[in-house]
């Protein structure tokens, strides 16, 4: 069994990775299978953008990208399929889905940087940019498709490196429509939280509530000083978590029977592999908030209260080496709560 102190295959930290991609107006770190080979179907990005930052317009070959904000403002420009554009201003606590091909850019429209976390439905995403795809195109083949003679494009800068965070001068004002309601946006922390117990709080942005995702979920969990993550497990869905703000530790069985029990912080990314049971605790001194991303849209999950009273108390008692009489006395329990309250101290913290 793993502790605390020990490096785990099951978590990295996002934030202490040397950004794939760094300029003066902002950063791209990555955790994918490269970093963390364990990964399925699912990984994690940074982004941060200065105040004149912008990504630049690009797309995701293999992956659908859902984007969660944690500091700042930001325009997100999205060119779909037959000319369909969207286009809408995401700020702290909301989020956007770009679904896979879909080329899109953001833009930081705000007086501080942004900071964005942003998940994949795929463990190592493909990246295409518009520099790039323009680049490869020759002034001819670039002119005939604008009714254009060669030379008009024969200023292009054709180098192969990659543009990724742009500068650009602020622009003089944001459309009144890019502050409507928009399919691909969802204010995820403005909404009722799905669970609201003592224990914590869960919001969920899932196929249900958000019409629009495909592939990937995410929750929005926050674990109090007296609270936990009961045992569980997503039958059909791998689950990977960002860190937000807390410390909290977890624990993850593996089929071989060995156990990964590992403290994450602020800034940590952990991976949890389809229906392999684990649970999380709050082991710190403030409340825990966890972004909690799952590879599919609706995701599912079984927890240890409700699954007791599945069976007959005769075959948990044979099970556990026990007689029945010695059984502890389960509640019974309809719903899985998600979150439980803690009636006992907490275990020691190597």
Same mark, same amino acid.
């Given at each position: 069994m793993s502790t605390a102190k020990q490096k785990s295959q099951h978590v990295a930290s996002l934030a202490r990775q040397t950004p794939r991609f760094e300029s003066a107006e902002g950063s791209v770190s990555h955790v994918d299978s490269s970093d963390l080979p364990v990964l399925r179907r699912l990984s994690i990005r940074r982004l941060l953008l200065g105040?004149? +930052?912008?990504?630049?317009?690009?797309?995701?070959?293999?992956a659908h990208e859902l984007g969660y904000c944690l500091h700042g403002e930001a325009l997100v420009t999205i060119a779909g399929s037959h000319a369909q554009r969207e286009s809408f201003i995401v700020a702290a606590g909301e989020m956007f889905f770009i679904p896979s091909g879909a080329m899109h850019s953001i833009e930081n429209i705000g007086e501080h940087a942004v900071e964005f976390i942003l998940a994949?439905?795929?463990?190592k995403p493909e990246d295409f940019g518009m520099k790039a795809a323009f680049g490869v195109m020759s002034d001819a083949v670039l002119g005939n498709t604008y009714d254009l003679a060669s030379a008009a494009f024969s200023g292009f800068d054709r180098s192969a490196r990659a543009s990724e965070i742009l500068s650009i001068p602020r622009q003089a004002s944001v459309e009144d429509q890019d502050r409507h309601l928009n399919a691909y946006k969802y204010s995820i922390e403005a909404t009722p939280p799905q669970i609201d117990f003592r224990a914590g709080t869960a919001r969920t942005a899932k196929a249900a509530l958000w019409p629009v995702l495909?592939?990937?979920?995410?929750?929005?969990?926050?674990?109090?000083?007296? +609270?936990?993550r009961e045992p569980h497990w997503h039958p059909e869905t791998a689950e990977l978590g960002y860190v937000a703000s807390g410390t909290a530790r977890m624990t993850v069985l593996d089929p071989d029977g060995s156990t990964d029990t590992y403290i994450i912080r602020p800034g940590d990314t952990y991976f949890v592999p389809r229906a392999y049971p684990h649970h999380i605790e709050n082991v710190g001194e403030e409340t825990v908030h966890l972004l909690i991303f799952f590879d599919q849209a609706s995701p599912a999950d079984v927890g240890y209260r409700s699954l007791i009273n599945v069976f007959p108390r005769s075959q948990i008692a044979a099970d556990f080496g026990m007689k029945r009489s010695e059984l502890p006395d389960f509640p019974f329990t309809e719903i899985d709560p998600l979150l439980v309250p803690r009636c006992n101290p907490i275990d020691p913290v190597p």
């Open positions: 105040v004149h +930052g912008v990504r630049e317009p690009h797309w995701h070959a293999n994949f439905s795929h463990e495909r592939d990937i979920a995410m929750y929005s969990v926050t674990i109090s000083q007296e +609270g936990m």
